[in-house]
């Protein structure tokens, strides 16, 4: 008899929200939503409820809750607001797995809730473990609930060292190198927020996508990576690999290494963080290798000094990566407004940080605390 996980999904209207209601979509079989969560994309959401049948939904802003109740008063939905309306959708005894795909910092709270509640985490916003990574790490422990990753790079790497973590001697993170591969300092002067918008091979959101056009994403990637998989930062090597095949790699001690190869389709790690430990079929398109190269470079810290930061930043630890994060959820922002340059983004992110007195030994409420001294001081900068 096949068990029916039922699923509440944190980020339903962003794109890996989309995509993993995408797997849902061709594995109704196995996989059930119990709750859908945004912000305010009330069109979008409202879709995703009528042809998923929640049993709630929740919305970040209220006059958005508003109107999706009128719009949705034909359906026996409850619709929520707010960060406890969410905290609601995770712990509720029906939930057995919690996809966090809230786009930034938001999505710590929520998942430290779902944790404590016993829920199994598929974990697709990074800026979670960025910010509180001992905390939610120490938490899913003591409470033994699996941390099922969700990006590709980290899914790689769990699918090539699940069966021997103590035998590893470096994880190599593999990066497309984003739209702005190859370019000098100089060059990245030239950046305008369109070329930073136009990935050469993920369909992403805006603010992941300017992440990887500035190398941020990696950096977070390999403070996640400290975290998802106890390895020491001079075990976590970058490596540029254009083509997007190889998602990662792992090296064991006897020098043999492992690489989980595939299309560049998010829908594939978010199934296997959804299926783990079976693999279910699925009718995406498949890998092909004829005609393809595969090739491989050392990362630019030079032109992409964020990478290099984010190294610098985890190593230090205690509060700082959560002043790291939040100072770039701000200027990333910006910068989808057009309010900053390019360069202004890393310069503003390195400013902030170098202003942070550090804490260690941190709760939540710390984390949070940085969090919010980090947005304003990257506010202040800006203005």
């Known amino acids: 008899m096949i068990h029916l ?15 993993t209601l995408d797997v849902v979509r061709h594995a109704r079989e196995h996989l ?20 998923f049948h929640p049993e ?18 034909d359906l026996p939905i409850k619709v929520d607001q707010g960060m406890a309306g969410i905290i609601d959708s995770v ?51 003591k409470m033994k609930c699996p941390i099922l990753p969700v990006d590709s790079e980290h899914s790689a790497i769990f699918q090539c060292m699940e069966e021997n973590p103590d ?4 994880i ?15 060059q990245l002067a030239t950046v305008t927020l369109e070329k930073a918008l136009c990935h050469p091979n993920w369909d992403m959101g805006a603010k992941i996508t300017i992440d990887s056009a500035t190398m941020m994403n990696k950096g977070l990637e390999v403070i996640e990576a400290h975290y998802l998989f106890n390895m020491e930062y001079d ?3 970058v490596l540029i690999h254009p083509q997007s095949v190889i998602h990662s790699m792992v090296q064991y001690r006897d020098g043999s ?64 990566p959560a002043v790291m994060n939040a100072a770039n959820e701000v200027v990333v922002m910006a910068f989808l407004q057009k309010q900053i340059t390019y360069l202004e983004i890393q310069d503003i992110v390195e400013k902030v940080c170098s202003m942070h007195y550090v804490l260690d030994n941190m709760d939540l409420g710390s984390i949070l605390d940085a969090d919010t001294w980090a947005r304003r001081r990257a506010a202040e900068l800006l203005s």
């Open 5 to 19: 996980k039922t699923l509440t999904l944190l980020g339903s209207t962003g794109s890996i929200g989309c995509q």
């Open 32 to 51: 059930k939503i119990h709750a859908l969560v945004a912000d305010k994309s009330i069109e979008l959401i409202e879709q995703q409820a009528r042809f």
């Open 56 to 73: 709630t939904v929740v919305m970040m802003d209220e006059g958005a809750a508003r109107e999706l109740r009128g719009r949705l008063k």
């Open 91 to 141: 712990i509720a005894s029906q939930v057995d797995t919690v996809v966090t795909a809230l786009s930034g910092r938001i999505g710590l709270e929520p998942t430290l809730a779902a944790i404590e509640a016993g829920k199994a985490i598929a974990l697709a916003n990074k800026e979670t473990l960025v910010a509180g990574g001992d905390l939610v790490m120490s938490t899913a422990k």
């Open 167 to 170: 035998t590893v001697e470096k």
């Open 172 to 186: 190599i993170l593999t990066a497309s190198g984003g739209p702005f591969f190859g370019w000098s300092k100089e």
């Open 235 to 237: 075990q976590i090597e």
């Open 257 to 320: 290494i492992l690489a989980q190869l595939g299309r560049p389709d998010m829908r594939l790690p978010i199934q296997y963080a959804l299926s783990y430990p079976t693999r279910w079929k699925n009718p995406f398109e498949r890998l092909d290798f004829r005609g393809k190269t595969l090739t491989f470079h050392e990362p630019d810290l030079k032109a992409f000094p964020a990478l290099g930061m984010a190294y610098r930043v985890g190593l230090r630890g205690g509060t700082l």
